[in-house]
């Protein structure tokens, strides 16, 4: 019983849980990038009366540089042994899911920014950086691990490398195959008679 439990969670591991943990890291690191980075535009640090400065505005940049720092450490950190072969392509499917990742988190604070009417900077952090947030990283942990790193796509090095082991099993010749030949010994010979020498009448 606790062995099957034990190699249930051994499969649950290698299956999801590593990635939600490698993921989480990854993403807790690229949210105080994203936070610092949204709430420094917000005050104005690199210039005011812009439109980096806006709600809208700095929460696109911040999350932009945020989502490369994620691709990254996700495509050489968590997803590493299903990375994509062809990176561009790879990283142009990884955009189009943040980007759909970011416009979830820019529709909670355009509601309550703007719909709302909660302007405060509280209300800014709250709506996009924990609401939006959460909708945002589900989302995009989902279509991660089962679109762009799934172990479907073609040109993923988990698939390739399942490919060439089969390759190998079908055209590779298994190994003995020559030595397992047998070779059907000789009869011994009867009592009293000599190999080769007919047994003389009596």
């Known amino acids: 019983m606790t062995s099957n439990v034990g190699s249930a969670f051994a499969r649950l591991w290698h299956g999801l849980l590593a990635y939600v943990v490698k993921f989480g890291v990854v993403g807790l690191i690229g949210l105080v990038i994203d936070v610092t980075l949204f709430n420094l535009l917000r005050l104005g640090v690199f210039g005011d009366d812009q439109w980096a400065q806006s709600a809208i505005g700095a929460k696109t940049i911040s999350t932009s540089v945020a989502i490369i720092f994620n691709w990254l450490g996700n495509r050489y950190w968590t997803f590493r042994a299903h990375r994509r072969r062809n990176y561009v392509r790879e990283f142009i499917e990884y955009a189009i899911v943040s980007v759909g990742g970011m416009l979830i988190s820019l529709g909670c604070l355009w509601i309550t920014h ?89």
Do not use: C, K
């Not at 709302?116 to 691990?145: H, M, Q």
């Open 114 to 202: 703007h719909w709302l009417g909660y302007t405060s900077l509280l209300a800014d952090n709250i709506s996009t950086n924990v609401v939006g947030l959460a909708l945002g990283t589900a989302f995009r942990f989902l279509l991660y691990r089962y679109w762009v790193y799934g172990h479907h796509r073609s040109d993923g090095l988990s698939n390739l490398d399942r490919v060439e082991e089969a390759q190998r099993a079908i055209f590779e010749e298994p190994d003995g195959t020559n030595d397992a030949a047998e070779v059907t010994p000789p009869r011994a010979p009867s009592a009293g008679t000599t190999a080769g020498t007919p047994r003389p009448e009596s």
